[in-house]
């Protein structure tokens, strides 16, 4: 029983009073501060901008035999391709280097699936009677909305410490209509779960009844840890082929965390088959992605030990805010018993496991105090958390000293909703 819990009414009644003065002076501050998403501070952003200066002249443009400022290349500058073979560990054949946003590679491959099938699809998508896709939850809203938009329903798979629970998904893909999964692999999205090299094997290994289901490997934070030393991760792409599934995955990465958000380069990886497919609707659909931009990165980048230094450099402005978050909650929550949360190694994000029924509470006392977080909901298909628990932590942004007054601010009105609560029941 958690200490709250075993409090007498007058002496909740007494606790809930003096948070709630305090939250009046936290309001009084004037505090403006989004936490809603995962976006680099300034000083990470300040600490690679030199990547805007390695480009000076047209001259430079012209690399290995190649123009990046011309017509051409729609499956990206062969060096941008042996760039992220090289990061992912598959071949450069296997690759597509898109724009800034990996979520846009995943949205057209999903849109493809609808419009006009993918290889091994009987039919388009969009001619099913029913479609559904896999979504292990808590998990990232992004993916969640995008098959919401195209139309599929939405089956959230519980996520252990390992991963997605795999028997619940070996028993989802005996239904035809599931058509695919999302996956963040490494810290992932919120909780900053690394899947077990077991769930990567049972994942490769699947045998869905519809032919053309689809793994949507999100490898976002491939590089991205923020304390201990660079954790390697399996080739999701040789253990599909190895399992006789090559054609099932999709791999997704970019540098929106490793360069400038707003100017990256992103990645699709997948079987050369698919790869051939899709850069067949592609022709359509494109000329080519800004190869300027992925000639700066490849420059600038250079390759996996390169970037994975240039990542020691983030994990130096990272750390001190992660270990600050985690203090807050542990001196100010911990002892109160009324949530748990994640102590993640890399990534972005720390997730709060608040008492059941307090998280849209405790978030909109947040707000009115001035710090907003991540909506309640979001990390669950249809933004509907079951347990209205769950809170996603974005320290990235703020400055030590703005992070340390949002969290504050967050652990009053987190004990403030818990107290409400129990008044309540």
């Not at 123009?67 to 990061?87: I, K």
Request: with cysteine; charged share 20%.
């Amino acid at each position: 029983m958690s200490q709250y819990a075993a409090m007498s009414p007058s002496l909740r009644a007494q606790e809930i009073a003096g948070l709630k003065t305090q939250l009046s002076g936290f309001e009084q501050l004037g505090c403006q501060l989004d936490m809603s998403r995962g976006k680099p501070g300034r000083e990470q952003l300040d600490s690679v901008s030199d990547i805007l200066t390695v480009l000076d002249s047209g001259e430079q443009c012209c690399f290995a035999g190649q123009d990046a400022r011309n017509y051409g290349q729609l499956a990206g500058l062969p060096c941008a391709r042996e760039y992220w073979a090289d990061m992912l560990g598959c071949r450069p054949e296997q690759t597509i280097v898109g724009g800034n946003a990996s979520l846009n590679l995943m949205y057209d491959v999903l849109a493809r699936g609808c419009l006009f099938g993918l290889p091994h699809s009987p039919r388009p998508w969009c001619q099913e009677a029913e479609k559904k896709f896999l979504c292990p939850a808590p998990g990232y809203d992004r993916h969640f909305r995008i098959t919401e938009q195209l139309g599929f329903s939405l089956i959230p798979i519980p996520m252990t410490p390992a991963g997605p629970n795999m028997d619940a998904v070996e028993e989802a893909v005996r239904d035809p209509s599931v058509k695919g999964i999302w996956c963040v692999p490494k810290y992932s999205n919120p909780q900053g779960y690394v899947y077990s090299d077991e769930t990567c094997r049972r994942i490769a290994a699947l045998r869905p009844a519809a032919p053309d289901f689809t793994v949507m490997w999100d490898n976002a934070y491939c590089v991205h840890e923020f304390e201990g030393d660079f954790l390697p991760f399996p080739d999701i792409l040789s253990l599909c082929a190895d399992a006789g599934n090559a054609d099932m995955v999709y791999e997704f990465a970019s540098t929106s965390k490793i360069t400038l958000p707003g100017a990256g380069i992103s990645a699709l990886a997948a079987s050369e088959e698919n790869i051939r497919y899709h850069l067949g609707l592609m022709g359509v659909q494109t000329i080519s992605y800004d190869k300027v931009n992925q000639l700066r990165h490849v420059l600038y980048l250079k390759d996996r030990a390169h970037t994975l230094a240039l990542m020691r450099r983030h994990a130096e402005i990272l750390a001190p805010k992660f270990r600050l978050v985690l203090e807050k909650l542990d001196e100010q929550l911990a002892p109160y018993g009324i949530a748990r949360w994640n102590r993640p190694k890399g990534g972005y994000f720390v997730c709060v496991e608040a008492m059941p029924g307090t998280a849209k509470r405790a978030l909109a006392l947040c707000a009115g105090a001035g710090v907003k977080l991540t909506e309640a909901g979001a990390t669950y298909p249809y933004g509907l958390d079951p347990n209205d628990s769950m809170i996603r932590i974005a320290p990235s942004l703020p400055p030590l000293e703005e992070l340390e007054q949002a969290m504050d601010i967050f652990c009053t009105c987190l004990r403030i909703a818990a107290l409400e609560k129990l008044g309540s029941i």
